[in-house]
């Protein structure tokens, strides 16, 4: 009997297997949906990744596949001779392989889960599809052909992921602009209804999040107020927001718009249409994806030019943003701290291990604010989102008692007191600006410091010496330093060394949950904890 003819129940357990083997490629498949998800759907992101990582998940997915096989293989040749079916025997140790190393991966917790949303789903499918007929197709084949190894070669599907999952990925982009259109156009008209709605624009690359929060707090004692929640910055979390958070009775959204190459800002520009817009930061985040600083200024500025007859607001303490302000036409203003002719300005500074104080002077009147954040890029945060909350007609009282119940946004200097020990968590993502920042806020603590971090990443080119850099100055400051992931090791050392610090008190670990019990056993009362960036999960 032929391989395909219908009685045959070979082809039936082919079918039956090779759907099996679509859905185990699904959860081998997460990983790789996970960083494509993260990428914003992005396939620069994915290469980058791959980089980035070595492919050291690719790595490990071949080795699944050639022990597998090999296990196949030796179990097929030891019962040869014993049956037509002896081949589906070896491939007890395929599901055996496979099951270990999916509750392996998913036992890894992440910063920002996979989310299982529509698109994904669909995805996911198209994924099980693909792999359902390429396992079928070499069964039939390695049936006919290679009748030793037979079905035993769906042992070695797994190595196909790292290309069939970007394969699928843009099958499905015909699909998903459809369905992008459809959601973006009823944003649209959502939007075109409300007239009256303040829209507000906040990019950079750092601070948008923390001054998207602070902005928030002083608009509400005027305005009702939606803002974009967590991290939905992309031009489907920015369309949710307006399809499901939106409401009639909101007088001000408040959308922070990210980037990660030239055009992005300028879409969710055309998406929103904002009025008024904060520009935080010109830095070197993401360089991995766009290239190059010029790149990140040219993305930044497409907000800019995206005001017509609103307000920008600058930061004064950042170059790039100087830059910008000088060759901006719209009505513009200048925030920030310590400066002259500046709209909002922060003077008379004063830190402390609970907080900040300082002046706010605005149209030439000062008021004395107090607040619990920590670092001076928060503070120019608050200077920024002072600027314009003033301009939209929040007066200074509302102002000071809104920066007195500002709280830190989740891992970003966000201060913890345990078991007698002092916790800094700045583990969101951190910049180079925030690094530095936060070796200042450290210095502000008495005890013993130390500091937990794996470096910094995306920054392309300037990577090794961004955290060279950083090394130098955790030296200046830290008594026991942990680095996290061989990611930026060498990296760190270097800089360390170079900063005379002593390499006893230097110690590497893989993970974060791996420096937490790493700091169990050397902490006493009366530490500091820096916890200084946390690698983004397409890197772990």
């Not at 090779?18 to 396939?43: D, E, P, T, W």
């Amino acid at each position: 009997m032929g391989f395909f003819d219908g009685n045959n129940l070979h082809l039936i357990i082919a079918v039956v297997l090779s759907a099996i083997n679509g859905v185990i490629m699904c959860f081998l498949s997460a990983r790789f949906l996970h960083v494509i998800q993260l990428s914003g759907y992005k396939i620069n992101g994915y290469r980058a990744w791959l980089k980035e990582t070595k492919a050291s998940y690719v790595g490990r997915l071949t080795m699944l596949s050639f022990l597998s096989i090999a296990c196949v293989l030796v179990t097929n040749a030891l019962l040869d001779g014993y049956g037509e079916y002896y081949s589906y025997v070896g491939l007890i140790f395929y599901f055996y392989f496979c099951t270990v190393f999916i509750i392996n991966v998913f036992k890894v917790p992440n910063k920002t889960p996979l989310k299982q949303t529509k698109r994904m789903n669909r995805l996911t499918f198209v994924v099980f599809l693909v792999m359902t007929i390429i396992t079928f197709c070499l069964i039939a084949i390695f049936s006919e052909y290679v009748p030793f190894v037979k079905f035993g070669i769906v042992a070695l599907t797994p190595i196909f992921l790292p290309v069939t999952v970007p394969v699928c990925h843009f099958i499905c982009v015909p699909m998903e602009l459809l369905f992008r259109q459809f959601y973006i156009s009823k944003a649209k008209k959502k939007l075109k209804k409300l007239d009256n709605l303040i829209k507000i624009g906040i990019t950079g690359s750092y601070g948008k999040t923390t001054t998207k929060h602070i902005l928030n707090v002083m608009l509400a004692t005027k305005y009702n107020v939606c803002m974009s929640p967590h991290s939905f910055n992309t031009p489907m979390g920015l369309t949710k927001v307006v399809n499901s958070y939106l409401k009639p009775e909101h007088e001000v959204l408040i959308a922070e718009m990210g980037a990660r190459q030239i055009g992005d800002i300028s879409y969710l520009c055309k998406l929103i249409n904002p009025k008024h817009a904060i520009i935080t930061s010109v830095g070197n985040q993401h360089l991995a994806t766009f290239g190059s600083e010029a790149n990140v200024y040219k993305a930044k500025k497409e907000l800019m030019q995206a005001i017509t007859d609103g307000i920008v607001c600058f930061n004064a303490n950042n170059e790039g943003c100087l830059k910008m302000y000088k060759e901006c036409n719209s009505d513009k203003i200048l925030c920030g701290l310590n400066g002259d002719n500046l709209f909002a300005n922060i003077k008379n500074i004063k830190a402390s291990n609970s907080g900040s104080t300082f002046d706010l002077v605005i149209d030439n009147k000062t008021v004395q604010c107090e607040t619990k954040l920590l670092g001076k890029h928060n503070l120019e945060d608050i200077a920024m989102s002072a600027g314009l909350a003033y301009k939209l007609g929040v007066n200074l009282t509302q102002i000071k008692e809104a920066i007195s119940s500002l709280r830190p946004v989740a891992h970003r200097l966000e201060l913890i007191s345990e078991n007698g020990l002092t916790i800094i968590d700045n583990s969101y993502n951190a910049s180079v600006e925030s690094s530095m920042a936060s070796m200042e806020t450290l210095k502000l603590f008495d005890g013993d410091k130390i500091v937990v971090t794996p470096g910094l990443v995306e920054l392309g080119e300037e990577q090794y010496i961004a955290n060279e850099n950083l090394g130098k100055e955790i030296s200046t400051v830290a008594n026991k330093v942990i680095i996290v992931n061989v990611t930026n090791k060498d990296a760190l050392l270097s800089g360390l060394k170079k900063g005379n610090f002593d390499e006893k008190n230097v110690l590497f670990v893989e993970s974060l949950d791996d420096a937490k019990d790493k700091l169990k056993s050397i902490v006493k009362q009366g530490d500091v904890i820096l916890f200084e960036n946390d690698l983004p999960d397409n890197y772990i």
